[in-house]
């Protein structure tokens, strides 16, 4: 959305944008050895409450790649090693504060998740027996990446 505003010093037209917040989610799973613990998922400090992967907002300057590393370590404790982009993420109403754009990494981690910044628990859950709620669009991701591991889609399928 576009919007036109005069410059107050030189009355020149300067035209503001209002663009999507970028976020990152990871989808972390826990292994030990090449055996798989289940997902990390973190329960929420802050409205909308619930379940959710960890994430947040993508600092200025910073990569979404950095930004992921460094949500998982806030939220999670965990150092993780990002496998794959699964996909972007941007429907207008994902996320019932405003709206986001977000970029999913798949990623592997080892030890166990201590919640820390925004969440209040990080635990390690089986992808098909998930908490209620899940906030956001999250529970439609896990399905993704499930069908993704499957080889059942594309790591960075179209999301209309």
């Given at each position: ?24 989610d ?18 929420r ?30 939220e ?37 998740p ?10 390690v ?8 709620p ?21 790591a ?5």
């Amino acid at each position: 959305m576009k919007q036109s505003l005069t410059c107050p010093q030189c009355g020149g037209r300067v035209e503001k944008y209002r663009n999507p917040f970028p976020t990152v989610d990871i989808i972390i799973e826990i292994s030990e050895g090449r055996k798989s613990k289940g997902i990390v998922l973190i329960e929420r400090q802050n409205p909308p409450h619930g379940w959710a992967l960890p994430g947040g907002f993508v600092d200025y300057a910073e990569s979404t790649e950095t930004a992921a590393r460094r949500e998982a370590l806030e939220e999670t404790g965990l150092s993780v090693e990002l496998k794959s982009l699964l996909g972007v993420y941007s429907r207008p109403d994902r996320d019932p504060r405003f709206h986001t754009l977000t970029t999913v990494y798949a990623a592997r981690a080892q030890g166990s998740p201590k919640a820390g910044s925004d969440a209040d628990k990080a635990r390690v859950f089986d992808p098909k027996d998930l908490p209620e709620p899940i906030c956001f669009d999250h529970a439609q991701i896990i399905e993704h990446y499930l069908a993704w591991k499957r080889g059942e889609r594309s790591a960075a399928p179209c999301q209309e």
